[in-house]
């Protein structure tokens, strides 16, 4: 008789903690969408985190850790969806290693996430994180690989922005790839290839006037030409 007593109040447990956990999903899958309406980022996070530990699913970790992402928490982004590259991962969830990743100053990591996005779906604009990120770490063949890409497959409308100067601005893609093209040229020799490289930079500046970082980065490589050139003209002893 205990037993049984012990077994119809552990199934009665188990009923009501099913019913309590039904219920509670409900009220976070309501309070998720009623942040969704207010335009309550945190709110939504909490309500996706509250759900996810009730109810756990991939497709709930993937979005929590977009949304993170997306307010520029780059690191809750990683800690939430991890950074091992696995052969089920979502769209969604490359894009968020990929993207962390990079802003988190780990281009080598972030090189392996961008070249599954753009072996899913390639376009230009992939290509130039890839075409930058390999830049960064030096892998010269890698980069001008994605820049000749880039070049050949960028629309008109298509625009990156840039955030050197106090106010964003926007330059035509390809504008933007020429610049990277600049810099690779200049990688390959940085002694003899300066002039090489203004060349080009000239020549984007002709499409793109308002192209601030090229001014910038015309203005150092002649520098550093003057640097070397006092140098050269200095009587040897």
Known sequence: MKRLLGLILLVSSF??????????????????????????????INGMTHLNLLA???????????????????????????????????????????LS?????????????????????PNALIAYELAELNLQTQKIAEAEKHITYGLANS??????AFYEQQTPYEV????????????????KDTKTNIDAA?????ETLKIAPNFNLIQITKNELLRQKQVMQAQAAQPKK
Do not use: C, W
């Not at 756990?56 to 997306?70: E, V, W």
């Not at 629309?155 to 990156?160: G, H, N, P, Q, V």
């Not at 035509?172 to 990688?187: C, E, G, P, R, T």
């Open 198 to 202: 203004v060349d080009v930079l000239d």
């Open 155 to 160: 629309k008109d409308d298509m625009k990156k």
């Open 56 to 98: 756990p699913s991939q497709a709930r970790i993937d979005t929590l850790a977009y949304l993170y992402m997306s307010e520029g928490k780059y690191m809750q982004a990683l800690n939430t969806i991890g950074i091992k590259k696995n052969a089920t991962d979502s769209d969604i969830a490359i894009e968020v290693k990929a």
């Open 172 to 187: 035509s893609l390809k504008a933007a790839f020429m610049y990277l093209n600049a810099l690779v040229i200049y990688n």
């Open 15 to 44: 009923m009501l903690n099913a019913q309590s956990n039904s219920e509670l999903i409900k009220h976070y899958e309501a309070y998720y969408k009623q942040m969704k309406a207010q335009g309550d980022v945190q709110g939504i």
């Open 101 to 121: 990743l990079k802003s988190v100053k780990q281009p080598e990591l972030a090189i392996e996430f961008f070249e599954e996005m753009f072996k899913r779906q």
